[in-house]
């Protein structure tokens, strides 16, 4: 059933709200929602001009607009009310099929969660999504003995209706919110401690080994958005007074408003807790007898080999996935870029090959049978035939420029575990958490631009 949006969109509007709430015949309940909103918003009814931008400038989702899907994304208005419970409060982010807000539950007296908001095309006309599904499937799953370390790195869903806007009906999800993401951590950050890097990819591989063994689910897109951190409500408290007192920059278009997104702010109570993988809109449930999978996916420059040749994929497309990632991490450089740097057409599959191949060295014939497609540039005994050459010097050993000595000789080792062209070559989640390199004590500073 589609639920109930009360809209505030403006300081006068955000005043009626109360009295609208107050008249309206909704159950008992509702006086309950008055007093939160009379006693306990954080949604201030007054404050600090924004800066306006001109209508003319794309701003955040407006760049994933699709002129065949008018209203692709909920015309969200600090101050509406979602679900008779959930006050919105500021922007926390947005993405390709969604935006998240930061919201008060006016059920629970001082209680922030956070309401993604799904566009019209992310969900069927049931009002379920991918996401969701793979969401309650996690929340679900038993480990065999009952616990595992990986569960406490995911999020539950703790509410998740459908809102009707002007384009359709769009799914919300609604969860604890979470701190910044990983990739602002580090940009703020110029030089960090190896040991941060380690303590991070520890709970990365607790989790993906919870997702691959107990849930069957390949998460298809790790990467520093999708890994945020665990934070207490004086970390919102003081990100709200932030936005009161310097508000985001935000366009009027058309009969809607725009919002800049709120990411992070200074908060001398706020806390960094646990990493928590997040962002399950292209993650896939394998079938546990015949875990694999088909088609194109993953970001382009962390796109696994198989998946590169259009073979089948499992759970090991994530620890390729994982290699891409840490390397930018230590290097400060991607590992692949797989662009067309020629013709300036976006993805290249060929560029990327090439890049593998110079990487690792050349693939192995049984990948090679399987390939159904990119598999052109490569003879039958694996040679490498393309058209784009890469020097001899592209190796990991000789680009591999921050780490020395016993953390070098680990480190490359490590990265050679994840980056095999065969899917059952790279080690699991679970046997990357035994490797010697995360576990050394010494712990440089690796600095960054």
């Known amino acids: 059933m589609t639920k109930s949006v009360i809209h505030a969109s403006q300081p006068l509007q955000r005043l009626s709200t109360t009295f609208t709430l107050l008249f309206t015949p909704i159950m008992g309940t509702v006086v309950k929602f008055i007093i939160r909103i009379l006693g306990g ?9 924004p800066p306006i931008l001109p209508a003319g400038d794309s701003l955040e989702e407006e760049q994933f607009a699709y002129e065949d899907i008018p209203d692709r994304y909920y015309p969200t208005y600090l101050g509406d009310i979602f679900h008779n419970r959930y006050q919105i409060l500021l922007k926390l982010g947005y993405g390709t099929t969604s935006t998240v807000w930061l919201a008060q539950d006016l059920m629970r007296w001082k209680k922030y969660v956070a309401v993604k908001i799904l566009t019209v095309d992310a969900s069927d006309k049931d009002g379920q999504s991918d996401e969701l ?3 309650k499937h996690v929340s679900k799953a038993v480990p065999p003995d009952k616990t595992h ?11 998740s209706f459908e809102i009707q806007g002007p384009g359709g009906k769009h799914l919300c999800i609604v969860q604890i919110p979470l701190r910044q993401t990983l990739s602002t951590f580090m940009r703020e950050r110029a030089n960090l401690p190896l040991s941060i890097y380690k303590s991070i990819l520890v709970q990365t591989f607790w989790a993906l080994d919870y997702l691959h063994t107990v849930c069957n689910v390949v998460h298809t897109d790790i990467s520093g958005r999708n890994l945020m951190f665990e934070t207490n409500r004086a970390y919102f408290d003081d990100l709200l007074d932030a936005e009161q007192r310097d508000p985001s920059p935000q366009k009027e278009t058309g009969n809607r408003i725009i919002y800049s997104s709120r990411y992070s702010c200074i908060s001398k109570q706020g806390t960094f807790g646990r990493l928590i993988l997040s962002d399950f809109g292209s ?7 015949k875990p694999v999978g088909k088609g194109d996916i993953q970001p382009d420059g962390y796109r696994a080999p198989e998946v590169i040749f259009g073979a089948n994929w499992s759970y090991s497309v994530d620890i390729w996935n994982v290699a891409c990632l840490v390397w930018g991490w230590i290097e400060d450089s991607p590992l692949f870029i797989g662009l067309d740097q020629f013709n300036n057409e976006g993805y290249d599959p060929e560029m990327h090959l090439a890049e593998i191949n110079a990487r690792i060295g050349p693939p192995p014939k049984d990948l090679l049978t399987q390939a159904e497609r990119n598999k052109d540039s490569f003879d039958q005994d694996g040679k490498w035939i393309g058209d784009i050459t890469i020097t001899s010097d592209y190796t990991l050993e000789t680009t591999e420029k921050k780490l020395e000595g016993e953390e070098k000789e680990h480190f490359l080792h490590f990265m050679k575990a994840m980056l095999q062209w065969l899917p059952d070559d790279r080690l699991t989640a679970l046997r990357l958490l035994e490797h010697p390199w995360l576990w050394l004590n010494r712990s440089p500073i690796v600095r960054r631009k």
């Open 283 to 289: 993650a896939r449930i394998l079938d546990p007898d």
């Open 149 to 159: 370390t990986g569960l406490s790195f995911f999020r539950k869903v703790i509410d």
């Open 133 to 135: 599904e793979v969401l």
């Open 41 to 49: 918003s954080r949604l201030p009814l007054f404050r600090a001009s």
